[in-house]
């Protein structure tokens, strides 16, 4: 089994979502509860088998800091986190501040 976090960015590595980037919501057993905010929304994860995703690393975005204390995180802020990570790796957030 797989070391994976919450609030670390994955690919879909297996099924129609392949290519595509998600954050891990929660992990429940050998399932992961994924979302990117777009065609899957915080309120109705997409619910994963570990070994259908990649793990590609955490970052230090202020984004994903709240979603790893447990604030609360809007789909709009999520989708830009996610872009950035997309873009730029670990630290392009703090570029464009």
Do not use: Y
Request: hydrophobic content about 40%.
């Amino acid at each position: 089994m797989m070391d994976v976090t919450i609030a670390q960015v994955v690919m879909s590595t297996a099924g129609h979502d392949r290519g595509r980037l998600f954050c891990v919501v929660e992990a429940q057993g050998d399932f992961l509860l994924l979302a990117d905010g777009k065609r899957r929304r915080l309120c109705a994860p997409k619910k994963k088998r570990r070994s259908h995703v990649q793990p590609l690393g955490t970052s230090d975005h202020p984004v994903f800091a709240r979603l790893r204390a447990g604030c609360a995180v809007g789909d709009g802020e999520l989708r830009k986190a996610l872009a950035v990570f997309r873009e730029g790796g670990n630290h392009a957030w703090q570029k464009t501040i």
